[in-house]
């Protein structure tokens, strides 16, 4: 009755759940690859379903590939298992998914374990992209509202200020709703259309949060949507986490184990009941769910799901990273049990090669200065005990690696040291960069713009160094500087986006209006713009203060 179809080389996405009945395509399937500067790493895209671990934001795993591999499921079915070694918490995730026989709703097993030997904090969030043309219901009468105004508050559901916010293109702004769905022993969400088809996600108990998420109507939310799906429709979000909220954590103690269902699959609500009353499409969706997959059966088939998670893989699909396999050599093979999620030893990389070395011979392999490092370690509290292994090591790229993991920890005057350390080894542009930071983070404004422009000198080729001594000479009203820094820069550097940007708001600093009237009339785009970003309209602003901000350049969120 359905067929999923999943992207194990890009995060694991659910890219399209399509319903044979009919043929109809359940999820928000983005027919563009628009990669865009949402994630944690300044790799994510729209569309489909994604899963983020770990820390607050969409996952550095979203654009990554991750280990899957088949093997029977519950039932005899065939099952799909994903999974990867999160390096931030020190945890293993995996994700289980099968089409049970003769069901209507696709099953999705998540487990994470911790395998650090400190407690931790854990965030799940489970996002779903939906058409946007639907109304969103949820077991709750109030919400968490956030919009980009840096605002929360508790509002009623779902109307708010005479609009019903349940229908996302009602929305005037950008806006997270995070159901308050305390209390509810079978969370759901749902997105249905004008006759009342769509989707339901459901999950068993711990898998609490529900959220909505909408772009709005306003110039800046529809540019967005559009920007991520050129030429497209535009899109909502319904989402499913650990928490209430997005801005919570929960402690997850060290070795513990946790798991849940979710169930993603079509839902018809009788057309006047799902666009009625808010509390009678709530009550009539509740039973319907209740009655098509009782919870009961619910927590017996995650029961099954728990017991075969750690059956071993019988056709490897995708090889993931390396990291798992390093922490293992790491740690030694009591780590975790990988039976179920093996980190073979064929997936150790470029990237793991150097911390292989270090671990078997006590030292890094010899690196060129002027080459970036190839990779770095830490997270889930694994900084001191890499920073004891590269102790013995006198190469700059060790000391430069002892900085980074004292930096990373809080621990300035170690990272300080560390840098100097390594300088007087060998000149390199990323030790000078970590004492630039240093002086940032410190409000040393003038020795971070020295040490970030000494960084990039050493490193030309390098945009992301020069758009950070840009910044930094700004801060230091080094305006002029900037200009020079910029303009001296090879032509690949110094026509990325975020450079042209940045040489608006140097030229505008200079006290050269016109230059900066120029760059932005002949267009300017930047690719890596962050979510939230309102640089493009501001410098419009400040450059045409007495004409409106054209539409390409308006991405405020409210």
Not at 63 to 83: D, I, K, Y
Not at 242 to 264: I, K
Not at 322 to 351: K, N, Q, S, V, Y
Request: include cysteine.
């Amino acid at each position: 009755m359905l067929r999923a179809t999943f992207v194990p080389e890009l995060g694991g996405r659910l890219w399209s759940l399509v319903d044979l009945r009919d043929g109809r395509e359940l999820l928000y399937r983005n027919p563009v690859w628009q990669p865009a500067n949402l994630a944690l790493r300044n790799a994510w895209f729209a569309g489909g379903v994604e899963w983020n671990i770990g820390t607050r934001g969409h996952s550095p795993t979203t654009c990554s590939p991750l280990h899957a591999a088949l093997l029977t499921g519950p039932g005899g079915v065939p099952m799909l298992r994903m999974w990867e070694y999160e390096r931030l918490r020190g945890a293993v995730f995996q994700v289980d998914a099968w089409l049970p026989a003769g069901a209507d709703a696709l099953r999705v097993h998540v487990r994470i374990r911790a395998t650090a030997p400190e407690p931790t904090f854990m965030y799940w969030w489970s996002n779903t992209a939906v058409p946007e043309d639907v109304r969103v219901l949820a077991p709750a009468d109030r919400a968490f509202c956030t919009s980009y105004d840096g605002t929360i508050r508790a509002r009623p559901v779902p109307v708010q200020d005479g609009v019903d916010t349940s229908y996302p293109l009602r929305n005037e702004h950008a806006a997270d709703y995070f159901f308050d769905t305390s209390g509810v022993s079978r969370p759901w969400i749902i997105a249905v259309d004008d006759q009342g088809g769509g989707l339901a996600q459901t999950s068993t108990a711990r898998l609490t949060g529900r959220k909505l998420f909408v772009w709005g109507t306003s110039t800046g939310g529809r540019h967005w949507a559009d920007w991520l799906s050129p030429g497209n429709d535009g899109y909502a979000e319904i989402q499913a986490g650990l928490a209430a909220t997005q801005y919570e954590h929960l402690p997850m103690p060290a070795g513990a184990s946790w798991s849940w269902l979710e169930t993603y699959g079509p839902v018809t609500v009788d057309r006047e009941v799902a666009h009625g009353d808010w509390t009678a499409a709530v009550s009539h969706v509740d039973g319907q769910l209740a009655a098509a997959v009782p919870a009961a059966q619910l927590d017996a088939e995650l029961a099954e799901a728990v017991r075969l998670a750690d059956a071993p893989p019988a056709e490897r699909v995708c090889a993931g990273s390396g990291w798992g396999a390093l922490e293992r050599h790491r740690r030694g093979a009591g780590w975790c049990d990988e039976t179920g999620t093996p980190f073979d030893e064929d997936t150790l990389g470029p990237e793991q090669q150097p911390w292989l070395a270090l671990l078997a011979d006590g030292a890094l392999p010899p690196a060129d200065p002027a080459t970036p490092p190839a990779s770095y370690v830490g997270g889930a509290g694994s900084e001191p005990d890499w920073a004891a292994r590269l102790g013995a090591d006198t190469g700059w790229l060790a000391a430069y690696h002892r900085g980074v993991l004292a930096h990373q920890r809080g621990d300035a005057d170690t990272a300080a040291r560390e840098y100097a350390a390594s300088l007087a080894a060998a000149e390199s542009a990323w030790a000078v960069r970590g004492q630039g930071l240093l002086a940032t983070a410190d409000g040393r404004v003038e020795a971070a713009a020295d040490l970030l422009e000494r960084a990039y000198r050493s490193a030309r080729w390098c945009r992301q160094l020069a758009a950070e001594a840009g910044e930094a000479l700004l801060a230091a009203d080094r305006a002029t500087g900037c200009l020079a820094l910029l303009d001296g820069a090879p032509a690949e550097v110094r026509e990325h986006g975020r450079i042209r940007l940045l040489t608006v708001r140097a030229a505008l600093a200079a006290g050269q209006p016109d230059r900066a009237r120029t760059i932005l009339s002949d267009g300017l785009e930047v690719a890596d713009l962050r979510e939230g970003e309102t640089s493009l309209d501001a410098l419009w602003t400040a450059a045409f203060p007495d004409r409106p901000i054209p539409p390409e350049y308006d991405f405020r969120m409210h």
